[in-house]
């Protein structure tokens, strides 16, 4: 199971998961401004002249100093992303047409407005349907098949990192939930 850190700007925005290894570049360079987190991730390196071997401690969370770089590449709107595994995360994997809940291998993605009539691949379009409602719906406007039992919207940054994190550890989980819009199906 592999864990991931949580790299932050320096004002606290999230910015990627990075492997623990890779932590080490930014705590050997000096540019861990500061951190979070009970966990340590302990990495030893070679051994001095005076016999003490080098150890770099890494914790969950790091922002990262002289960040103006992560900020020009921060984007308002966060990819929907193309495996679908976001977008069922967000609607907790219930239809949006009958309500019920489904394991993945039973979902699609619906766009509200279809693709056949020039609907898009964003959040604000897309919605978790099971495959019978999908295939029922087609390419008929929501107003022809069923009203939306639930609205979508576009996940803010924090519930983004939410979503798209692996074996998140409660230390990242509660820094990003504290974050989160009273909307947010995480809340």
Not at 98 to 122: E, Y
Not at 140 to 155: E, G, M, S
Not at 169 to 176: E, K, S, T
Request: glycine residues 6%; charged residues 25%; positive net charge.
């Amino acid at each position: 199971m592999t864990t991931n850190i949580l790299v932050l700007d320096i004002a606290g925005n999230p910015f990627d998961w990075i492997a623990p290894q890779d932590a080490i570049h930014y705590y050997a360079i000096g540019k861990v401004a500061w951190e979070l987190g009970e966990r340590d991730f302990v990495f030893r390196g070679g051994y001095a002249n005076t016999g003490i071997q080098s150890r770099i401690i890494v914790k969950p969370i790091i922002a990262i100093a002289g960040s103006e770089i992560m900020a020009r590449k921060l984007r308002a709107v966060l990819p929907l992303g193309d495996n679908n595994d976001l977008l069922f995360k967000r609607d907790q994997h219930i239809c949006a047409y009958c309500g019920k809940k489904f394991a993945r291998h039973h979902l699609s993605r619906d766009h509200i407005l279809p693709r056949t009539r020039g609907g898009r691949d964003t959040w604000m379009n897309c919605v978790t349907a099971c495959k019978q409602c999908n295939q029922e719906k087609g390419s008929r406007l929501v107003h022809d098949f069923r009203p939306l039992i639930y609205a979508p919207y576009a996940p803010c940054r924090y519930e983004h990192f939410i979503l798209s994190g692996r074996n998140v550890l409660a230390d990242q989980h509660d820094y990003l939930a504290a974050k989160l819009p009273r909307h947010s199906r995480l809340s």
